[in-house]
Every structure is written in structure tokens, then in C-alpha cells.
């Protein structure tokens, strides 16, 4: 109860955008109307007997910000009632989120298969470490369901996908993939960054567990690193506090309370930049030198179906392909003036990056083309820009291509 003595409505009764705003706020005895940072690394106790009562966990309170920190438990909290999580925990990254939840799932001798199509540093996390770790790993076609159960071994405890995913916005059946991993008697984690907490609910779909990179859309301006893991609260609880408590890639207060700020007008952001997503994707879809565009939100999406099924919408980012491979796409890229190129995504900025020689490079040709990563390949993501700078933007990019004649060949 605050100062005024308004009474809380219990913010699990309240509808997503009210969540959003009030949800997790933790006010102190100043009553401040925005939520405070606390950035400590320590807490003060009235006396000895409370510091052993909470070392012990014999009495709530707070500790060690490595354990828990009031300004990271308001932002797990606000996230909770978004995902509809009963519980959260807050990481220093997307990829402390990731191998987190990766490592707390897994011992020695146990087997995790991952879809092909993942983010780089995800994807070096289940070939190259979890193997170090004793911990074998497959890689499927994540739209395949017979390559799913084929891939199963009794010792299988994890399936890994994202939904859709990078750069080419495949969108897989969530709640198919959760139904093998269950009758497996195995966990299903998403990577939802590209869905975005506002549009897809891994959660209700059967997911396990679901991570996000907040530095993405959850905080929606580029400024913080962060993550966050959601699930149920004895996975969490168990299997992922302890390690993270232990080992330490915990979310800083300062970023928290960015990300808490944000989240009050994550679905405005999202939906804007959604709309102005789709736009700009008709607009490729029609255009000279676009040899194919790829958006969850079109009619020709080739999972269009599932998208309607699991989606609340299209996302944020379009792929498409240059004709004229590497040099046009350079040169569309290099032309745009609002447009910045950049690898990073979900930002209010729209930003434009070249998978093959960036966020793909380190893999083979023959992998980059099992993947469907062409040397034409941009993805773009849409940001809170007027859609129709943007479509300028693109179309002055696209006049570019017929000034070189690079596109002709
Ligand atoms: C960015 C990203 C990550 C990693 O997040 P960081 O915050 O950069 O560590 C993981 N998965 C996906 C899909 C991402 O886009």
C-alpha cells in the first residue's frame, strides 16, 4: 500500500497494457511515482539475527544483488505477467539467458537437439560447449517434425528452436515440437526474440521455458544489454537460480530499470513497428531488383498458416534478396541514408545488415545455402520511422542499383 493508502489490485486481474505499466512495481517508503533504481550491491540488516534469518532464507528480504535486487525483481516481475510465467529470472545478456537455461537443463551423458536455422552465438553454444560439457547435440531441420523424432535418444533432455527464425524468418510449430519433447519426457526451450513477448506466447503453446535478449525489443532504444528466462516456477527455482546465483551473469539494476521503462510501451513500439514492417514488405514484394521478400505477416510466407495459428502478427523484421548477389546488395546497403546498417535488431532505428558476411560468416557456403542465406540476403529491421521514409529510403537504394546496372547481371 502506498502512502496515499490507494489500494493494489492483484496485477494478475489487470489486461497486458495496465500490466505493463503498474505490474511488479515495488515502491519504498518516499513513494516515488516512477520506479526506482536500486543500485546497490548490498542490504543492510537491523540486526544480526536478521542477517543469519536471511542467509539462512528463513526470512524474506534482501541479500546480495547477485542474488536478487528489488529493481531486476520489478522488471521479473512485469516480464512474468507478460510471458504469463509464474516465474523469472533476469541475465546480464541474451546469451547469458540462453546457455543458462541451456546448462541448468543438462548434465555429463545428456543430449540436446537444437534446429539448424539459430542465432550465431547460439548455435556455437550447443555445437562447440555443451559437447565440452559431455552433453551430445543434434541439429534438425526445425521445420521438419520426422527429423525431430528421429533425432530423439533416450538420454535427450532439451529441444532448442527460435520462432521465426534468423535471418530467414522460418516459423516453426511450437506447440508440435513441446508435444515430442513431452512424450520424451525432454523440455522445450524458445529463444522468442523475433516473435516478441507482444506476439507469440511459447508458454501457452507448450514451451518449458522461453529466453529473450531484452536488449532487443524489450528495450527497444539500443541502449542496454540483458536477458531474461521464464517459466514455470519449480524450473526456474531449481534449475536456474542456482546457477545463475552461483556463476553470476546477473542482470544489472541500471539495466533493469531501463528495461522496466520500456516495457511500458513495448506493445505501442511493437504494433507500430509491425505495421510499418508490413508495409515496407508490399512494397519490396512489388519492386524491380527484389528477387523474393520473407515476412511472417504476408500471405505468401510459406508457413503463413502456422503464423495466424501461433502469432498475433507478422514481427518486426522483413528478409528479402537483391538480384545481382553480393556487389548489389552492398550497394542498396551503402545507398540508404535513414536506413542504418547495423547487426543488431529490434531498435526504434531501422537497421539494415548482410547475414552472409556478418552475422553468418563463420559458416561454409554449403551451410549458409542449407540455411537459405544467399549472398543477396538483407535483413531488415523495421523501426518507429514514418513508413513512407522508409519506403523512400528503399526505393532511392533501389534507383541505385539501375544507376550501376548491378542488378542486371
Ligand atoms: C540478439 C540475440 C541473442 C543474443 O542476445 P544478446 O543480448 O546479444 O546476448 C540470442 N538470440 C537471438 C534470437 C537474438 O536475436
Not at 522488471?75 to 541475465?91: D, H, P, Q, S, Y
Not at 502478427?313 to 537483391?322: P, R, S, W
Not at 537459405?372 to 519506403?391: K, P, T
Amino acid at each position: 500500500m502506498s502512502e496515499s493508502g490507494q489500494k493494489k489490485r492483484d496485477p494478475k486481474t489487470l489486461r497486458p497494457a495496465t500490466q505493463l505499466v503498474h505490474g511488479g512495481t515495488l515502491r519504498s517508503q518516499f513513494g516515488e511515482t516512477s520506479e526506482a533504481i536500486f543500485l546497490t550491491q548490498g542490504f543492510a540488516y537491523p540486526s544480526m539475527e536478521t542477517a543469519e534469518a536471511r542467509m539462512k532464507g528463513d526470512e524474506p528480504g534482501y541479500v546480495y544483488s547477485r542474488y536478487s535486487n528489488p529493481t531486476v525483481a520489478m522488471f521479473e516481475e512485469r516480464m512474468a505477467l507478460l510471458e504469463g510465467a509464474e516465474a523469472a529470472r533476469a541475465t546480464a545478456s541474451g546469451m547469458a539467458a540462453v546457455s543458462a537455461s541451456l546448462f541448468g537443463l543438462v548434465r555429463a551423458g545428456d543430449h540436446v537437439v537444437a534446429a539448424r536455422a539459430l542465432f550465431g552465438a547460439c548455435l556455437y553454444v550447443v555445437e562447440e560447449l555443451l559437447p565440452r560439457f559431455g552433453v551430445a547435440s543434434t541439429l534438425v531441420d526445425g521445420a521438419d517434425l520426422a527429423q525431430w523424432r528421429a533425432a530423439i535418444r533416450p538420454e535427450t533432455k532439451v529441444l532448442f528452436i527460435e520462432s521465426p527464425t534468423n535471418p530467414c524468418l522460418d516459423v516453426y510449430d511450437i506447440a508440435a515440437i513441446a508435444a515430442i519433447a513431452h512424450e520424451n519426457g525432454a523440455k522445450l526451450i524458445v529463444d522468442n526474440v523475433f516473435a516478441t513477448p507482444v506476439l507469440q506466447k511459447p508458454l501457452a503453446l507448450g514451451a518449458d521455458l522461453v529466453v529473450y535478449s531484452a536488449t532487443k525489443h524489450i528495450d527497444g532504444h539500443g541502449r542496454c544489454l540483458g536477458g531474461i528466462i521464464l517459466g514455470g516456477r519449480e524450473v526456474i527455482e531449481t534449475d536456474i537460480h542456482p546457477l545463475l546465483r552461483q556463476t553470476g551473469p546477473i542482470l544489472s539494476p541500471f539495466n533493469a530499470w531501463v528495461f522496466l521503462k520500456s516495457l511500458e510501451s513495448l506493445p505501442l513500439r511493437v504494433r507500430q513497428q509491425m505495421e510499418n514492417a508490413g508495409r515496407v514488405a508490399d512494397f519490396l514484394a512489388g519492386s524491380r531488383h527484389v528477387a523474393c521478400v520473407r515476412y511472417p505477416g504476408r500471405a505468401d510466407h510459406p508457413q503463413a498458416e502456422l503464423v495466424k495459428k501461433q502469432m498475433a502478427g507478422g514481427g518486426t523484421l522483413v528478409a528479402f534478396e537483391i538480384e545481382g548477389g553480393k556487389p548489389a546488395a552492398y550497394a542498396f546497403a551503402n545507398r540508404l541514408s535513414i536506413i542504418t546498417i547495423s547487426n543488431n535488431l529490434g531498435d526504434a532505428k531501422s537497421l539494415i545488415t548482410h547475414p552472409a558476411t556478418t552475422t553468418h560468416q563463420r559458416l561454409t557456403p554449403e551451410a549458409r545455402a542449407a540455411l537459405g542465406v544467399s549472398d543477396g540476403l538483407l535483413r531488415l529491421s523495421v523501426g518507429l520511422e514514418d513508413a513512407d521514409d522508409l519506403i523512400d529510403d528503399l526505393d532511392a537504394a533501389l534507383d541505385e542499383l539501375d544507376r550501376q546496372g548491378l542488378a542486371a547481371e
